[in-house]
């Protein structure tokens, strides 16, 4: 089993910036290909984020590319959403997944869910 608690998220203004974190705990976290989705009201859970294991290699949603940053530290167990020039469609509960050995950016591919972290941006 895999423990995810995400933190960070709050409230923002247009064009502001947030950085969200996932700490993760319960095995070796350098294994696992690490997530990051979003879910507005009324709406299905979307991918925004991955990266490799490695960290070596990261795959971004059209609507965020350029924006957000997605990266991490193994030797904390952590990754981090770093998310600039945010925008009122923005504006979701952000969830961290993790998937071990492949590369994955469909949530129904992840075996390990956080509890999600509200990101609100007022416009």
């Known amino acids: 089993q895999v423990q995810l608690v995400e933190s960070g998220g709050g409230l923002v203004q247009a064009g502001g910036s947030l950085r969200l974190s996932c700490a993760a705990s319960?095995?070796?976290?350098?294994?696992?290909?690490m997530g990051w989705f979003r879910q507005a009201p009324g709406k299905e859970r979307e991918f925004v984020a991955a990266?490799?294991?490695?960290?070596?290699?990261?795959n971004y949603a059209d609507s965020v590319k350029g924006r957000f940053t997605i990266s991490r530290d193994n030797a904390k167990s952590t990754v981090y959403l770093q998310m600039n020039s945010l925008k009122p469609e923005d504006t979701a509960v952000y969830y961290c997944?993790?998937?071990?050995?492949?590369?994955?950016?469909?949530?129904?591919?992840?075996?390990?869910w956080g509890q999600g972290t509200q990101v609100t941006v007022s416009s």
């Open positions: 990266i490799k294991w490695s960290g070596s290699t990261s």
């Open positions: 319960g095995r070796t976290f350098s294994v696992y290909t």
């Open positions: 997944a993790a998937v071990r050995l492949r590369v994955a950016m469909n949530a129904y591919e992840y075996d390990y």
